[in-house]
């Protein structure tokens, strides 16, 4: 009887023991997942969790420092931001993007070229100084420097809409103000120092062909060369939308040939091309509304680009 009774208590005993252990093991796990949470938070994986503010996005590959976002985000006209080659970018009012303040610069290409192997057909002119804005480049050309320059820097640099550019060119009819010619040293077009069959009659300015990038004034958005040097390419195709624009800011005048609009409206075989170049000789070339189209391939000595960085700290 005594046995017995010893041996029920034994039972109960060990259930209580497993039961306590079992609590306790499952403290012990609770305490672990804890433990890994708070790991995880540490690290920042769930920082939404955290109730932490999410860093700014920082380009396509993600790759840019936080200290060089937050260089892009507080830069200035007078404080533009400098990338890795040099290349100085503003912000332009009524855009989310900063603006290159100069044609893409040949040494900004020589870099890309050289880097990425990439196969430039180059015109097979003899290459210009470096700091000559770069032409003979096609559309393709310049979006594929975009494309290396963005994954070089963990930034997102492309071309310019046309929209921004209508923007960044400002209200005046052309880049420097309401007058043709412009004023003395305003911009590199073709006057009498350009030896070219047509040119601006009693005018001149300092370059007789392509000028360095920056020789001549900023415009309000401080950025140089938008209405000379070298006409720049735009993302956009050449729609019918794009060329109502160009008509209305000639007035209607300055209309392509007819197989040119015929192309227009079948859509997607010209680019949008903006801006005057050192071979404008009349005030259409140059006016801040002139859309030029030309087809993606295409390259010439009068066309160049400029690139835009969109601003990661207002996506
Ligand atoms: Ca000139």
New binding site residues.
């Given amino acids: 009887m005594i046995v017995s009774q010893r041996s029920k208590s034994a039972t109960i005993w060990r259930r209580i023991v497993r039961t306590v252990g079992r609590v306790r093991a499952e403290r012990a796990c609770f305490r672990l997942g804890s433990l890994v949470v708070a790991c995880l938070l540490s690290t920042g994986v769930p920082s939404r969790v955290a109730g932490q503010q999410s860093p700014p996005a920082a380009g396509p590959l993600g790759t840019a420092s936080p200290s060089t976002i937050r260089a892009v985000g507080e830069a200035k006209r007078d404080k533009p931001f400098v990338n890795s080659l040099g290349m100085k970018f503003v912000p332009v009012s009524g855009t989310r993007v900063l603006f290159g303040i100069w044609e893409t610069r040949v040494a900004d290409f020589q870099a890309f070229v050289r880097e990425a192997g990439y196969a430039w057909n180059s015109g097979g002119k003899r290459m210009p100084a470096g700091d000559q804005p770069v032409n003979f480049v096609s559309w393709q050309d310049a979006a594929a420097f975009c494309k290396w320059l963005s994954q070089k820097e963990g930034l997102d640099y492309r071309l310019p809409s046309d929209k921004e550019w209508d923007v960044a060119v400002g209200r005046d009819r052309y880049p420097w103000g309401n007058e043709f010619p412009p004023p003395p040293a305003a911009e ?4 009498q ?2 030896g070219l069959q047509h040119f601006i009659k009693g005018w001149r ?1 300092n ?2 062909g392509i000028a360095p990038v920056g020789s001549y004034p900023a415009n309000k958005s401080g950025l140089h060369d938008m209405g000379g040097n070298l006409q720049e390419w735009c993302d956009d195709w050449y729609d019918n939308g794009v060329y109502r624009e160009h008509l209305a800011a000639n007035k209607g005048g300055d209309r392509f040939g007819e197989d040119r609009e015929k192309a227009i409206k079948s859509g997607n075989v010209f680019r949008v091309v903006r801006g005057g170049a ?1 071979t404008s000789c009349i005030g259409p070339q140059a006016s801040s509304g002139h859309r030029d189209a030309m087809k993606p391939g295409e390259s010439n000595q009068f066309t160049g680009f400029r690139c835009v960085l969109v601003d990661p700290t207002r996506r």
């Fill in positions: 590199n077009l073709s006057g120092e350009s300015d370059h007789r050192w």
